[in-house]
């Protein structure tokens, strides 16, 4: 079955510092990767999203994760964060196909900003 | 921009009673999902369904039941109400195909006294 593990409950970086937040996933095949970002009393919006290719994917407002099939790992990554970034992200995997597929969602990271 | 929308938005419900939350999609997606989010455990599937008719038990089914009675609307139905069930419920939409995205309502959160 698949998985994805967020190690980090919480972050806490310093505006204008860099960013990582881990996510291992576990999965038999090829996996659909995503991230996705909730910020306060909202519902989940997509920050972006692998499909096999190009291991470097870009998404929104600066974010970019690099998939690793060897250490199983989709890292999102930003090179300077703001305090707008403060929020929760989530990693989640999909096996792909139709028919009502399912994705599967880590446990989340929160993102604290220092002003 | 896609549209999913969930009612009510938040809901006091007693240990036994009914509850329905609602949701609608605007997309003309062929899927639609109800997930409950806790601390701790991150999103969780609950039902699913790739149509109007068609409902599909996710990963935590038990004490839950759903109805798509149309392409656009999809219910998540707690016959029995009991204090944990007590979380938040998004609803989402998505296409066909499993490398797309899904999009999330704003979330309905549930008090079960």
């Known amino acids: 079955a698949q998985s994805v593990t967020q190690p980090d409950a919480r972050v806490t970086v310093s505006e204008g510092a860099s960013l990582q937040l881990r996510c291992k996933y576990s999965y038999f095949g090829t996996p659909y990767l995503f991230w996705y970002v909730q910020y306060p009393r909202q519902g989940l919006q997509l920050l972006l999203k692998?499909?096999?290719?190009?291991?470097v994917v870009q998404g929104v407002n600066g974010f970019e994760a690099e998939f690793s099939k060897s250490n199983s790992s989709f890292h999102l990554r930003k090179a300077s964060v703001h305090w707008s970034d403060w929020a929760v992200y989530f990693c989640?995997?999909?096996?792909?196909?139709?028919?009502?597929?399912?994705?599967?969602f880590g446990t989340g990271t929160s993102l604290l900003v220092d002003p | 921009e896609a549209a999913v929308t969930q009612s009510p938005r938040n809901k006091v419900a007693v240990t036994g009673g009914k509850v329905t939350l609602s949701c609608n999609q605007t997309?003309?997606?062929?899927?639609m999902y109800w997930y409950r989010q806790d601390t701790g455990h991150g999103l969780r599937l609950i039902h699913y369904?790739?149509?109007?008719?068609?409902?599909e038990k996710g990963d935590i089914p038990d004490g839950y039941k759903a109805s798509r009675p149309s392409q656009e609307n999809f219910s998540l139905i707690l016959e029995l109400a009991t204090p944990s069930q007590t979380s938040v419920y998004f609803c989402a939409s998505g296409p066909d195909w499993g490398q797309d995205t899904q999009y999330f309502g704003p979330g309905t959160r549930l008090l079960v006294l």
């Open positions: 997309n003309n997606h062929n899927n």
């Open positions: 369904s790739y149509g109007a008719g068609s409902t």
């Open positions: 989640a995997v999909s096996m792909g196909g139709n028919m009502g597929y399912k994705l599967t």
């Open positions: 692998y499909y096999p290719g190009d291991p």
